[in-house]
């Protein structure tokens, strides 16, 4: 899977917007009629082909890039395709949604201007566009979405969707106006790519135990690029057996909410590594988000090989009474800056509970912890809130802080732990209250 950076992510929302107006293949005022001369159909046909170049250089700037690269992150775990930006991403002349923009208002100017025939235009651009050619899951979604666009097939109100197991999916999301619905019966949708969401949309399951998205996707199953609200609620999304990747991946502008979900079986990759039940990606120099932009409730994320959630960059979460259970590495690993809260949440048999590193400061509070190896582990310069936890079972320790790590650990229990809270040399906690013995090392 090719980087994405914030500057790529955003062009994706240019275009779109861009094309909000042109909700129709562009064309003469319906009283217009052909003149028929040789010469103003050579400029129909021209003014058609200035769009059509147009959408294949946008849609070539979000071709696969030769070979993927993992993100690198600031803890030791595996981690998923990155969608960061790359010196070598863009094409040297790629087109923006401007650009597209210009060309479809030049065309239509034209085409006034030539009275050139209207059924001649919708035919003739789309059949050009089917020409179009697309590398990878993104151009792909891209080219789905202008043409739907361009040619007049997305509507200019939400709708809601019913979709079948075994209907086309992504296709059908493409064809979609922004903010709109779909319901997906219950049973299992089966996916052999991942679903490319670049516009906000609402999908709904009939429960995560009757509607399931099982999918044997590269990479992610999921791809979030909308720069709006995806919502996310009421089905299972299942990795298949034998296929590795992560379930849901983001860019860092992203408004993820997950209500009533299970995600499970991710697993990494030699190549494009992944394994996260849900990454939310960017680079640890990522402007903060100016608002959350994960949000999860009553949802579970299950036997993922690295971690359930995982916060890069500057992502700032709201978890509440969510389990995370059996995660390899950890139930949640907050990197780089990340920030946000998990309330009223279990982990279980995870690695670690609740893993922070880099300068990550999220707050945990009235969590409870069992099994594996650590129920909260902080290094580096990192400074979680803990409040009210409750850390039972655990091989290790209840809590670990090491490196520079700082924050505050108030109202702790741990009953039936050996060691309580560890803390390393240089760290250097608050410590309130707490049911737990503090052992330095």
């Not at 043409?147 to 019913?162: D, E, F, L």
């Amino acid at each position: 899977m090719q980087h994405l950076g914030r500057s790529r992510l955003a062009l994706v929302a240019v275009v779109v917007a861009a094309l909000g107006a042109c909700s129709a293949a562009p064309g003469p005022p319906p009283s217009g009629t052909s003149t028929g001369s040789p010469t103003s159909a050579a400029a129909c046909q021209s003014a058609l082909d200035r769009v059509v170049a147009a959408v294949q250089e946008q849609v070539r700037s979000y071709d696969t890039a030769p070979a993927p690269t993992a993100n690198a992150t600031s803890t030791a775990t595996a981690s998923s395709t990155a969608l960061t930006p790359s010196a070598t991403d863009s094409p040297t002349q790629a087109t923006s949604g401007t650009d597209l923009a210009e060309a479809l208002t030049a065309a239509r100017e034209v085409i006034v201007a030539n009275r050139c025939d209207q059924q001649s235009v919708t035919s003739g651009l789309t059949a050009k566009l089917a020409g179009v050619q697309a590398r990878g899951p993104i151009a792909t979604a891209v080219l789905a979405r202008l043409t739907a666009t361009i040619t007049g097939n997305v509507g200019p109100t939400p709708i809601a969707k019913v979709v079948a197991p075994g209907e086309d999916l992504g296709g059908i999301i493409a064809q979609l106006p922004a903010g709109s619905t779909v319901r997906l019966s219950a049973g299992e949708h089966r996916l052999t790519d991942p679903l490319v969401l670049l516009e906000t949309v609402t999908i709904v399951g009939e429960g995560r135990d009757r509607t399931s998205i099982v999918s044997s996707a590269p990479d992610a199953a999921v791809l979030v690029l909308s720069p709006g609200r995806i919502e996310l609620t009421g089905f299972s999304l299942i990795r298949a057996p034998g296929s590795q990747g992560t379930g849901v991946l983001t860019g860092p502008s992203a408004a993820l909410v997950l209500t009533g979900m299970r995600i499970s079986g991710n697993r990494a990759s030699a190549t494009t590594r992944g394994g996260a039940a849900v990454h939310l990606s960017a680079q640890p120099t990522d402007a903060v988000p100016r608002t959350t932009t994960f949000e999860m409730t009553d949802s579970e994320l299950v036997d993922n090989e690295w971690a359930g959630v995982a916060v890069s960059g500057a992502h700032r979460v709201s978890i509440e009474s969510s389990a995370f259970v059996r995660n390899g590495e950890c139930g949640i690993c907050f990197l780089d800056r990340a920030s946000g809260s998990v309330a009223r949440s279990t982990f279980t048999d995870n690695g670690v509970g609740a893993a922070a590193v880099g300068t990550a400061h999220p707050v945990l509070v009235d969590d409870t912890f069992s099994g594996g190896q650590v129920g909260i582990q902080a290094d580096e310069d990192a400074a979680p809130g803990l409040q009210g936890n409750t850390i039972r079972s655990v091989a290790r320790a209840a809590v670990i802080l090491t490196g520079r790590s700082t924050g505050t650990v108030e109202g702790t229990s741990c009953p039936s732990v050996q060691f309580g809270i560890v803390i390393g040399k240089e760290a250097a906690p608050t410590l309130l209250r707490n049911a737990c013995a503090a052992i330095g090392t």
